[in-house]
């Protein structure tokens, strides 16, 4: 920057600006397998499952992260990976992630604010200066209890579940367009893309302006609920 003082005498300095710079998914897709149990704590009971799901994506990284003008003047960190997991006490395992055949370990903490909790992982090893493609894997295990929310953050993203509980409540702003409910439980897939979530847009005013509804209203997923329980027949005597 460059600054003259009373006498036009000039001076120069240096600023530093810290930010960053934000790719989702050109493609997500999450895979999961749902497994019910019944748990009691005195006389009151809660449904808890255990997830067991694999995620795979892709990315595609323009050559120097899409800085066109005065690349001379960028200092890039190492990228990483960011995952928002609403509970991280629901992570039953230690897990690792592929990218590109190559593993990585994550770190507790998505290091995106708005994001909340969640987990990171350092890509060490990138070379910036060339365009790529990154496909990334990585198995997930959770449990929680009740519901099962996914936000699609992908230009085309794609959610498969199946679970042993035969009592699903699909809710979320998409529903599956198709599913399977039977005695045994009930299989569910949900199918979305930019045109109908617009995630870019609702992704960056979550970041920079700090408004998230629209964001968080674009999660989908399930509820196991008991139709019929004890107390639904008391409250309906």
């Given at each position: 920057?460059?600054?003259?003082d ?8 240096t ?16 895979n999961?397998?749902?497994?019910s149990?019944l748990?009691?704590r ?8 255990q ?11 323009p ?23 609403n ?8 897990f690792h992630?592929?990218v590109?055949?190559r ?31 990154l ?5 997930l ?11 699609p ?10 679970a ?18 039977h005695?045994?439980g ?8 930019l045109?109908?979530?617009n995630?870019?847009?609702?992704f ?34």
């Amino acid at each position: 920057i460059q600054e003259f003082d009373s006498n036009r005498k000039m001076t120069e300095r240096t600023q530093v600006i810290h930010d960053a710079l934000y790719f989702l998914p050109e493609h997500f897709q999450l895979n999961g397998q749902l497994t019910s149990e019944l748990r009691y704590r005195g006389i009151y009971a809660a449904r808890l499952y255990q997830a067991d799901t694999q995620i795979t994506a892709e990315y595609n990284l323009p050559a120097d992260y899409g800085i066109r003008h005065d690349l001379a003047s960028y200092r890039f960190d190492t990228p990483y990976l960011a995952l928002g997991i609403n509970d991280i006490r629901g992570i039953r395992d230690s897990f690792h992630l592929q990218v590109n055949n190559r593993e990585y370990s994550f770190e507790p903490g998505s290091r995106v604010k708005n994001l909340g909790d969640g987990v990171h992982a350092q890509l060490t090893g990138l070379d910036s200066s060339k365009a790529q493609t990154l496909r990334l894997s990585l198995p997930l295990k959770l449990q929680g209890t009740g519901q099962f929310y996914v936000t699609p953050t992908g230009k085309n993203s794609s959610v498969r579940l199946q679970a042993d509980w035969p009592h699903p409540s699909f809710t979320g702003n998409f529903l599956p367009i198709k599913s399977d409910i039977h005695k045994q439980g009930f299989e569910a897939e949900w199918q979305t893309s930019l045109f109908a979530t617009n995630v870019n847009e609702s992704f960056s005013n979550c970041l920079r302006q700090g408004e998230c509804q629209a964001l968080q209203s674009l999660n989908f997923g399930v509820s196991l609920i008991d139709p019929v329980n004890q107390y639904v027949k008391t409250h309906r005597a």
